[in-house]
């Protein structure tokens, strides 16, 4: 499974119940990158995601999406479903915020290779640096 998440740098994902920041350039990114395989997200991120076909609502989408599919988090611990990541894509907002959600995986080298690092130029955010890490 491939699982997408936004960070600050200091990985912090949410600060008091609500993410640290979106861009629609990671959102296009991120349908770009998924194709035609199916998109698992919860309900606080639906509004991200109005127009496009291939995502399903779950209140549990780490738990609910296969081996093929992909899940966009935000609001979500990763660690107890380690074992079903394949491939972590992180963008990072290369800016530190407040934050009381982390993300609970550390992509220490022994684990996960980091297969790409691009910058993208972002709406929200000048710079943002996308990782693409493959479990080893």
């Known amino acids: ?13 949410m600060f008091n119940h609500h993410r640290q920041s979106r861009d629609r350039t ?4 991120v349908i770009r990158h998924i ?6 997200i919860c309900p606080y991120s639906k509004e991200l995601f109005p127009r ?3 995502i399903i609502v779950s209140d549990a989408p780490l738990a609910a999406a ?11 611990a990763l660690a107890p479903y380690r074992s079903k990541i ?6 990072n907002w ?15 080298p022994d684990e996960w290779e ?11 955010h000048e710079k943002i640096t996308k990782g693409v890490y493959r479990k080893r």
């Open 1 to 13: 499974m491939k699982v997408f998440i936004c960070i600050d740098k200091d990985g912090g994902m």
């Open 86 to 91: 394949s491939e972590l894509i992180v963008y």
């Open 26 to 29: 990671v959102i296009e990114d």
């Open 114 to 124: 980091l297969f790409e690092e691009i910058e993208l130029h972002g709406f929200s």
């Open 52 to 54: 496009y076909g291939n």
């Open 94 to 108: 290369n800016r530190a915020y407040p934050s009381d959600l982390k993300l609970d995986i550390s992509l220490l």
């Open 35 to 40: 194709s035609d395989r199916r998109l698992y």
């Open 66 to 76: 296969g081996g093929e599919d992909c899940c966009f988090i935000e609001n979500t």
